[in-house]
């Protein structure tokens, strides 16, 4: 059974970069068979997709956030992280990593604010 | 900017039967935009009920069906429990890669 894990400061500055890893449990993140996703979702609102990684280190980016956001793998740790650069009040949310598909695991979700 | 459209919110009767729906900005929905389903409820992360347009998860509940109709994607409960009160959420893939997420039904069991 895979497990995902976000891990990552809650606070970040604005203009800063917001860094966020997931942490794979329970399965390898060099299985072909996931495509390693971000999705976040601001307080009662709903839910936006921020792109995705696939161990042939194919991305998709959302249009909206792709001149800001980095998907990586790191193999040695079996995690995948986000980069969001730039960031606003706006980028505040629950972050969740997550597999979709056929295999749908989750995180937990982590709340990044974004304050001064 | 591509935008998928859900009914912000639906009231049904328990044992009765609601479908909620998920248009795409661009046309018609087809297979090729492997439609996803997810019901969230309050405090939760999501959970999938739905993905690439019919297929079921084994913990979705057999009373939850996907279909397309009438150039959407469908999701259909049909005899409603007070548990589905939730919020239910679509995802559509552009490119076969590019996800966008619905802006969520509110399902009200009432």
């Known amino acids: 059974q895979v497990q995902l894990q976000e891990s990552g400061p809650g606070l970040v500055r604005p203009s800063q970069t917001l860094s966020l890893t997931c942490t794979v449990s329970?399965?390898?993140?060099?299985?072909?068979?996931?495509?390693w996703t971000w999705i976040r979702q601001p307080a009662g609102k709903g839910l936006e997709w921020i792109g995705r990684?696939?161990?042939?280190?194919?991305?998709s980016y959302n249009p909206s956030l792709k001149s800001r956001v980095t998907i990586s793998v790191d193999t040695s740790k079996n995690q995948f992280s986000l980069k969001l650069s730039s960031v606003t009040a706006a980028d505040t949310a629950v972050y969740y990593c997550a597999t979709l598909g056929s295999s749908d695991y989750w995180g937990q979700g982590t709340l990044v604010t974004v304050s001064s | 900017q591509t935008v998928v459209t859900q009914e912000p919110s639906l009231t049904v009767s328990p044992g009765g039967t609601v479908t909620l729906t998920c248009a795409s900005s661009t046309g018609a929905v087809t297979t090729d935009y492997y439609p996803n389903w997810f019901q969230q409820k309050p405090g939760q992360a999501p959970r999938a009920l739905i993905y690439s347009t019919y297929n079921k998860h084994s913990w979705t509940p057999a009373r939850f069906s996907a279909s397309l109709l009438g150039g959407t994607a469908a999701l259909t409960l049909s005899g409603v429990r007070p548990e589905d009160e939730a919020e239910y959420y679509c995802l559509l893939y552009y490119r076969g890669a590019q996800g966008v997420f619905g802006g969520g039904t509110k399902l009200t069991v009432l």
């Open positions: 990684i696939h161990i042939s280190e194919s991305t």
């Open positions: 329970g399965g390898s993140i060099s299985s072909g068979s996931y495509y």
